[in-house]
């Protein structure tokens, strides 16, 4: 096959988008705004509307519903109303998932996972596709245009090995696709933010069980492996979210590939061969993404550490078979964790600074800032200080980055 055997007509001619996820009164306005963008890039596609959850809408039990109508506790809300008629609008299916519940968090300090949500609005979504491609995605993301439908079509036919399992890949993110090589020893951590591809391929990466209490809870039970890094050791789940559906998937294809818990690095190198294989890792500077939740961590300066990028997937691809080692592959990169690590082992956006100096700096810096300039000292330390105009903020700033090599 060949970049011409897939034109971008015949895909937008047979295209679905599943938007998936909850609706309440904190996001009705964005996921009204969010779905009139998909209607007004794709005016032909038909949009599809997974509810996982909601106390907003009437609805009867699982299933399509034929007019969301809000409830009797919000009809005097006009910003509720108005919105709920724009999804009205422009959706084309509406439907309530099947009932799943919360699980305890992954990681401690996180709120609770919601992975058996995901997986069945995922999949009663899914379900109502009849058209070749889809994209599914969650209802708090947007792409700006169709860029990503070019960039899937320049990249989903480069050379594939022996751990192809898709029949053709499917396009996921760079954030949260990891880096098992970095700061987090996690194999199998493909990002479930979003697919697009093949709506035979996208099926088949949420045909998956849910989620059980006994894996949900595993490190209250087993200890952690022995020389696990400060990140890996605040797991509470043997898996995240996105190692559980990706094993059990891949794991139908390849039975030799294993992952007993989540920084097990038996089948490391099979987990890179089978991204590569089977996925595209999207660069969002060419698919114009918009993600309001994290658009902070996407400028962070150790973001295509953490995880990997276009640029870092394509070594993948291009070296297969050349007997070239991952280590040697990303060298670059595990130095520059290995560095970071050492400073900051948790791997904090705005770590606690190491020199007495520089901490009672900050401390009187955060009691001045208001609010706004607050939070942006916390979540992009860089972008603050190279935005700052005071000289002496600017030196422990500069002083402060260096150090931390942040």
Excluded at 94 to 106: F, Q, R, T
Excluded at 110 to 132: F, P, S, Y
Excluded at 329 to 345: R, Y
């Amino acid at each position: 096959m060949n970049n011409n055997a897939i034109k971008k007509d015949d895909i937008l001619n047979s295209l679905s988008i599943v938007m998936q996820g909850p609706l309440y009164d904190w996001n009705i306005v964005q996921t009204a705004q969010l779905i009139s963008q998909w209607r007004n890039i794709f005016p032909q596609s038909k949009i599809i509307f997974s509810i996982s959850q909601s106390d907003l809408i009437i609805f009867d039990g699982p299933g399509v519903i034929p007019e969301l109508r809000i409830a009797r506790v919000h009809r005097n809300n006009v910003t509720f109303q108005d919105a709920l008629a724009l999804i009205n609008q422009f959706c084309d299916i509406a439907v309530m998932s099947d009932s799943a519940i919360s699980l305890p968090p992954v990681k401690k300090g996180l709120r609770e996972n919601n992975c058996n949500l995901q997986i069945e609005a995922a999949k009663c979504g899914l379900r109502l596709v009849e058209t070749d491609y889809v994209l599914r995605i969650r209802n708090d993301i947007v792409f700006s245009d169709t860029s990503f439908i070019d960039y899937y079509i320049e990249n989903f036919d480069l050379p594939r090995g022996d751990y192809t399992a898709l029949k053709q890949r499917v396009l996921i993110s760079e954030f949260f696709t990891l880096n098992p090589f970095t700061f987090e020893r996690l194999p199998f951590h493909y990002s479930d933010w979003l697919h697009f591809g093949l709506t035979e391929d996208v099926k088949k990466l949420w045909n998956v069980p849910a989620y059980g209490i006994i894996d949900a809870t595993y490190y209250q039970r087993n200890s952690y492996k022995k020389g696990s890094g400060p990140r890996e050791n605040t797991f509470t789940s043997r898996y995240a979210v996105e190692q559980y559906l990706a094993i059990t998937v891949f794991k139908k294809y390849f039975q030799k590939i294993k992952l007993d818990y989540h920084n097990d690095t038996t089948s490391i190198n099979e987990s890179m061969y089978i991204l590569a294989d089977n996925f595209i890792i999207s660069d969002f500077t060419k698919t114009k993404i918009y993600f309001e939740k994290y658009q902070h961590i996407m400028s962070h300066g150790n973001i295509n550490i953490v995880c990997l990028s276009h640029d870092a997937w394509k070594r993948i691809v291009f070296n297969r078979g050349k007997n070239v080692s991952f280590y040697n592959l990303f060298k670059k990169e595990i130095e520059i964790s290995e560095k970071s690590l050492k400073n900051n082992p948790n791997n904090e956006i705005f770590p606690t600074p190491n020199d007495l100096l520089t901490k009672i700096f900050f401390k009187i810096l955060l009691f001045l800032l208001n609010n706004r300039k607050r939070n942006k000292l916390e979540n992009s330390p860089k972008i603050f200080f190279a935005d700052s105009k005071n000289p002496i903020t600017r030196f422990f700033g500069k002083k402060y980055i260096s150090s931390m090599e942040l």
